[in-house]
């Protein structure tokens, strides 16, 4: 049974940093995609970053420059580097995984059809 597992959540100063980490298990292959989304109260669910298995990445507009995703496959552990936090990052912030990826779904912050999702952990940005 595939896993995700997220730690790192919390609370912090506008202008700090936080580190999210995704564990994934019950899967030997990599997956092709890997992304962080986020859901602030009373607003959609939006993609933050993704990584495909090659190491591409792709950003919300909102978080280029401040946010880095990357990934260990060895450890089969996702991560999400967050810099110069703002109040208006403030959301749950799930990690996604699938194994499925072709030209109709590939891999991108667009994408919302994952197999496999987080609980979610609160990330809460004070000003």
């Known amino acids: 049974q595939v896993q995700l597992m997220e730690s790192g959540g919390g609370s912090v100063e506008a202008g700090g940093s936080l580190r999210l980490s995704c564990a994934g298990s019950?899967?030997?292959?990599?997956?092709?995609?890997m992304a962080w989304f986020r859901q602030a109260p009373g607003k959609e669910r939006e993609g933050v970053a993704s990584i495909a298995n090659g190491g591409s990445t792709s950003y919300a507009l909102s978080v280029k420059g401040r946010f880095t995703i990357s990934q260990d496959n060895a450890k089969n552990t996702l991560y999400l580097q967050m810099n110069y936090l703002k109040p208006e990052d403030t959301a749950v912030y799930f990690c996604?995984?699938?194994?499925?990826?072709?030209?109709?779904?590939?891999?991108?912050?667009?994408?919302?059809?994952?197999?496999?999702w987080s609980q979610g952990t609160q990330v809460t940005v004070s000003s």
């Open positions: 996604a995984a699938d194994h499925f990826c072709n030209y109709v779904t590939p891999c991108g912050i667009r994408r919302r059809t994952f197999a496999y």
């Open positions: 019950g899967y030997s292959d990599n997956p092709c995609c």
